[in-house]
């Protein structure tokens, strides 16, 4: 029986794992290549590399892994039994490698565009695109809580390629190398229940808004569309009320359905479907005509071949601005 000197108490000794270097992605590759040419310098013109700088890559590699992954042959080399073991494992770990670079290269990955809300004008916009374009990649994004700023920092900084947004920054605001083009003015319109007062118009004005209560929750101050209503309240008169929590569009038109005494406004692209049974009316505005101004933010260095396709697209299909259009002062003339 043997005999133990660590006195009683004492704590284990830990075990500490034995190091292994990481393996380098360009010895993968260049281990796939000689075990599929059978040669060193087959692989190194396949490479375009020198034979030298084969030879020392697959011996690093087998140093990092402690085998000897080839042995020479009179007509090159052949894997050995460690080789073989290795080589299905080093195809996936390559494919995992070039999956995981085109995820995020431009080129190859989805163009990523952001919008503020998914049945917003500029939403619908990027449906009418992408249906004008089936084989396109295209990933459609809402940015948490993001104000313009935020937005216009993440498309500098490449999270995503561009933006939707109202931009009420001057030009010399802007960071380095972003562009903002403004592509669509979407007018408002009132959305009112059966029993609004209002529901009978046909057309109406922003002065005949005056006194009426219209619910917008979910206005962030600070955030653009917040400036933008602050403005259109003091141009018209408005009372405009944003308590409350925004529980989403559903809501929203399920509290306007059955009152006498609500309204809310929405662009007249943005894309709301409800029951037959709530009889909600959208009554557009005229004299002057309120839009909300959408931009399209994106780097002036983006060569993503699906950013130029859009910009020509939102181009192309751009709508006439109103002749008699409202918007705010700090928006610049497209």
Sequence with gaps: MGSNNRRAGEPQPTLVPPYHPPVDIDAVRTLLAVADTGQFQEAAVDLRISQQAVSKRVANLERSLGVTLFT??????????????????????????????????????????????????????????????????????????????AAIEAVHAGEIDASFRAVPLPARELPDGILVERVLDDPLQLLVGAAHPLAAAATLTPDD???????????????????????????????????????????????????????TLVGSGDRHVWPATQDLRRIPLHGPTPVYPHSFVHRTDNRHPTLTALRRHLVATRPARPSDSWEPSWVGRR
């Excluded at 569309?225 to 559903?250: C, H, K, M, Q, V």
């Design 72 to 149: 020479r042959t009179a007509r090159g080399v052949r894997l050995t039994v460690d080789g073989q073991a290795f080589l299905p494992h080093a195809r996936e770990l390559l494919r995992a490698a070039e999956r995981a670079a085109a995820s995020v290269r431009p080129g190859d990955r989805a163009l990523r565009v952001d919008v503020l809300n998914r049945r917003s004008a500029p939403a619908e916009a990027l449906h009418r695109f992408y249906r004008a374009h089936p084989g396109i990649d295209l990933d459609v994004v809402t940015l948490p809580d993001a104000n313009v700023e």
């Design 209 to 263: 808004l005056a006194g009426h209560r219209i619910w917008i929750p979910g206005i962030r101050p600070g955030a653009e569309w917040a400036a933008y209503y602050d403005e259109l309240t003091e141009a018209f008169d408005l009372r405009i009320d944003a308590i409350g929590p925004n529980f989403g569009s559903a809501a929203l038109l399920d509290a306007i359905a059955d009152a006498a005494d609500v309204a």
